[in-house]
């Protein structure tokens, strides 16, 4: 459904992109694009489709009280990977935001990826597990990256384009309306209630 959306060209973000309240860079990533390069033939590439921001002013975030052993890539550089290990059984992929000694970072919730199964990468832990992620790639940069990086959108999305809803599965900051996703795709991970799925095209 959205593989008119999908080009070979990739557009690499401006440094200072990620250099801002995770809020701000959460929304601007949907439709931009997540890659995996396996090997020099094997490569994944799919459309980020739905995000969600956190940052160490709500309760939420993983770096609310203080900076651990596990949290601390997520104080870490902007624009740098941070990947825990959800209750143990999944992992989860984030973007580290806004400045250092700050725990900010957006959640990649679901991916599109063009010619699969399209709730192939429809949650946070079906992400790492379609790309292949684990810990290794844990504070590693998203633009100095030849294994797994990140490409600007090549087409432009509108307010309109976008759903703007509360984060899932939390117990706290619950009202909160940092969940972004793609109205068009059929690949996010759980709707905003009235939202239908788009028809198949």
């Not at 009280?65 to 740098?80: A, E, M, V």
């Not at 599109?112 to 790309?131: D, H, M, Q």
Request: net charge positive.
């Amino acid at each position: 459904m959205l593989d008119k959306y999908l080009k070979i060209e990739e557009v690499l973000f401006p440094k200072n992109f990620f250099c801002r309240h995770s809020k701000l860079v959460a929304p601007d990533l949907i439709g931009c694009y997540l890659i995996k390069q396996k090997n020099k033939k094997d490569q994944v590439k799919g459309m980020i489709v739905e995000t969600e921001a956190y940052s160490q002013e709500e309760e939420a975030c993983h770096g609310y009280r203080k900076k651990t052993k596990s949290n601390n890539s997520l104080f870490g550089k902007p624009g740098t990977f941070y990947i825990y290990k959800s209750y143990g059984i999944h992992h989860c992929l984030n973007i580290v935001t806004d400045k250092e000694n700050f725990a900010s970072g957006v959640l990649i919730r679901a991916v599109y990826i063009p010619k699969k199964n399209e709730r192939l990468a429809s949650g946070p832990g079906l992400v790492t597990k379609t790309f292949g992620l684990d810990l290794s790639f844990n504070a590693h940069e998203v633009l100095n990256n030849k294994s797994l990086w990140i490409s600007q959108r090549d087409s432009n999305l509108e307010e309109k384009d976008l759903i703007q809803t509360t984060r899932i599965g939390i117990s706290r900051a619950k009202n909160i309306k940092w969940r972004w996703y793609l109205k068009n795709s059929r690949s996010v991970s759980k709707r905003l209630k009235g939202d239908r799925t788009p028809k198949f095209k």
